[in-house]
């Protein structure tokens, strides 16, 4: 899979859990970290820290989706805020790694 392929789907994701939180979507199914499209990635450009960046992006947006049902709209938003936030660190990190990549071939 292509980077680029793989970062949109992520972004889409956290776009389905956005719309949830917001009231104009239905509860998004929730995808473990290592089922995502990045992680088909890092399988064949094994990182480390962009996989625990990964790991915690997941959680942290299970953690909003868990805090909306259960009434805490203000620790959802907050939780939101975070895993944009690690999207991007995710985001750079993998086009980095991308450079490098095809720079040694």
């Avoid at 979507?25 to 990045?38: H, K, N, R, T, Y």
């Avoid at 805090?67 to 939101?80: M, P, Q, T, V």
Wanted: no cysteine; proline share 3%; aromatic share 8%.
């Amino acid at each position: 899979m292509e980077i680029e392929l793989a970062i949109l789907k992520h972004f889409q994701y956290i776009e389905a859990v956005a719309a949830f939180l917001e009231g104009s979507g239905p509860e998004p199914e929730l995808i473990d970290s290592e089922d995502s499209a990045v992680a088909e990635w890092l399988e064949d450009h094994p990182d480390q820290a962009i996989t625990d960046q990964q790991t915690k992006l997941y959680k942290t947006l299970a953690d909003a989706v868990a805090a909306k049902k259960s009434g805490d709209d203000a620790r959802a938003g907050e939780l939101l805020d975070q895993a944009y936030l690690l999207y991007s660190q995710i985001e750079h990190a993998l086009f980095v790694n991308k450079e490098r990549d095809d720079a040694n071939g």
